[in-house]
């Protein structure tokens, strides 16, 4: 209760504190440069340079924060991955030949492309599909938020949710898990699927799939609904079919979101973290970098150098797909 | 050959709107025909119906003497030019002509052949592979038309093509599309506008439709020379005909119409004699008004009450004593006549019209 009552006032004061440095520093920049019964010229120049400062003054707050919780972690982090496991002897590239010759590393990185190739490309195509089924049906708009709310699930909850799916009780205990239940439902073995290595990596994206069909699906039906009816009539006309219809007149039309929407997936799927830590923590091969960096930097004793290189890789790997989202998804601001 | 018949074709929409009520036409191979009447009175409707992208509720609909009610679009024999253009907009000129033949699997050689000479006809040659977003509002359109025109279709139909173009466009692709017709006089074209100028234009019939009816079909001029009702009389011809409500004094050969207490007309037009004392409409088109000196010789005076200076041409609004509404004059070229003078109007008899109490033309 004391916990909700200090965190209700943090909140109450941190909007007030924005506003009174809003409100308050717009005054402030009035009153150092006046602007009312003053000669015309002032007035003019006044308002100019006030002009020039406002920006600042409230992109300000914002600048600063930025940039110690963003650019500073990141200087600091190359920093880091040069020197040894306490942060204090400079090492050279030891971390880095250390990383590249870890097997760990490499299973880890292979672990990442598949996620990297399994996740985004069945979140965009099931999203796909389903906008498109969803919108010629009565009861679609149901099905979407159906779908659309695991969004809502935070990744260590869904991965909660997906322990009880995958759940295996060895010996005669009765099977509570659902995949288990419908297995011996119809006379298989149950398994202990996430132990299972390589297929245990695939059912653990199946949660992320899950999560981001509905992101996939809400942008792409948006686009969809974008898309003249005219054209969808003229290739009728045209004698198209309805696959034809959807793959040479739909799909091109919107290619640009989909593009945006695979590359966003894609670089969530880089950082993926929590659900590998909840459902397995890395055993059975399903090691991935962002878990592999933690365990380095925080567990077994903490070694912020050979952390920190993990996260230099992650970065490297993420920014070329960031820079070419940003691009595309202004283009598609823009009209294209 | 390509005859499109219409029987009984109605259009109800799941809300038990009907928004065509029996529809009955029947357009001969070759013809140009032009659905026009206001909007909501269903003629996109019709259009879309003999296209296959509308259902038909009931009635049949024939084309080359098929019955077509259920059989897709794309096996009727029908192009349609739509209003937006519905260029596909990914794909290139050359592209978007050739899509129904590539759909259709025809040899590429014969695809290259058929775009190029349509591209030919419409000079698009030179736009062959841009997007459609890198052409004026008048190449797309040509670019539709042409992908129209390379399915060698039975029927054409144009959707309102014109109405997405400015006013001079709008004239010189008028007359491109009267220059496709005389190109192929064997194809069957329907053409859908609100624009009465389309209309008298390119038709050679008109099909008028308003609230889901056919009001008349005929010739542009028999439109304009003999409109069935007071509804098509007031349609076609700009200013609109003036119509005056009036009482039907003398019938007979000639009959003598009292528009007012004061003011009687004799019209060359035959009415039966029970129709006498019954109210009537007189109508009269305001270009065929003419002003004249003396009262002797008018049928109306009144005082101008506004004047409307075209250039080539002024209309004078004259309050009638007796009379509601303003009756307008059309009158070539520039007059002196100024708001408030007197004028005197007269009319040749052979130009006046007149509708029954149901608003239906009396036959000469």
Known sequence: MAQLASALVTMILGVLGCAVYFYGSNILLDKIFPTKNRPAQQVASNLRIANSIRPWLFLGPAVLLLTFYLFYPVIDSIRLSFFDRSGEEFVGLSNYTWLFGSDEFFESFRNNMLWLIVVPTAATFFGLIIATMTDRIWWGNIAKSLIFMPMAISFIGASVIWKFIYDYRSGGDAQIGLLNAIVVFFGGEPQNWITIPFWNNFFLMIILVWIQTGFAMVILSAALRGIPDETIEAAVLDGANGLQIFFKIMVPQIWGTIAVVWTTITILVLKVFDIVLAMTNGQWDTQVLANQMFDWMFRGGGDFGRGAVIAIVIMVLVIPIMVWNIKRANAEMEGR | ?364
């Open chain 2, 1 to 364: 050959m390509a005859d499109v018949k219409l029987t009984h074709v109605k259009k109800i929409y799941s809300n038990k709107v009907e928004v065509l009520k029996d529809i009955n036409l029947d357009i001969k191979q070759g013809e140009f025909i032009v659905f026009v009447g206001p909007s909501g009175c269903g003629k996109s409707t019709l259009l879309r119906m003999i296209s296959g992208l509308e259902e038909i509720s009931s009635g049949t609909l024939e084309i080359d003497g098929q019955v077509v009610n259920d059989i897709p679009p794309a096996l009727r024999g029908i192009a349609m030019v739509f209003q937006s253009y519905a260029l596909y907009p990914h794909m290139s000129v050359y592209d978007n002509m050739a899509f129904s033949l590539q759909i259709a699997k025809v040899s590429k050689a014969d695809i290259d052949q058929q775009v190029r000479k349509a591209a030919d006809m419409l000079q698009l040659t030179p736009y062959l592979d841009r997007l459609p977003k890198a052409l004026s509002g008048g190449q797309r359109q040509r670019v539709a038309i042409g992908r129209a025109i390379v399915r060698r279709p039975k029927v054409f139909l144009f959707d309102e093509p014109l109405s997405n173009l400015d006013a001079a466009l709008r004239v010189a692709t008028r007359m491109e599309i009267a220059n496709l017709k005389d190109s192929m006089p064997d194809s069957t074209m329907i053409y859908v506008t609100h624009d009465q100028v389309e209309a008298m234009t390119l038709a050679d019939r008109i099909v008028l439709l308003s609230a889901g009816n056919i009001e008349q079909v005929g010739s542009p001029l028999e439109l304009y020379e003999h409109p069935a009702n007071v509804f098509v009389a007031k349609f076609i011809g700009s200013p609109a005909m003036n119509i005056v409500p009036c009482r039907i004094e003398k019938a007979g050969d000639q009959t003598r119409v009292a528009l007012s207490s004061s003011v009687m007309v004799d019209t060359p037009i035959k009415t039966d004699v029970a129709e006498q004392s019954k109210s009537a409409f007189f109508g009269i088109r305001p270009e065929d008004m003419v002003v004249v000196a003396t009262q002797e010789q008018a049928f109306l005076s009144g005082e101008v009450s506004f004047v409307e200076s075209l250039g080539e041409a002024t209309l004078l609004y004259v309050k009638v004593p007796g009379c509601d509404d303003m009756i307008i004059a059309k009158q070539a070229g520039t007059l002196k006549t100024q708001r408030g003078d007197k004028v005197h109007l007269s009319a040749l008899p052979e130009k006046m019209h007149l509708f029954d109490e149901n608003e239906q033309s009396y036959t000469r």
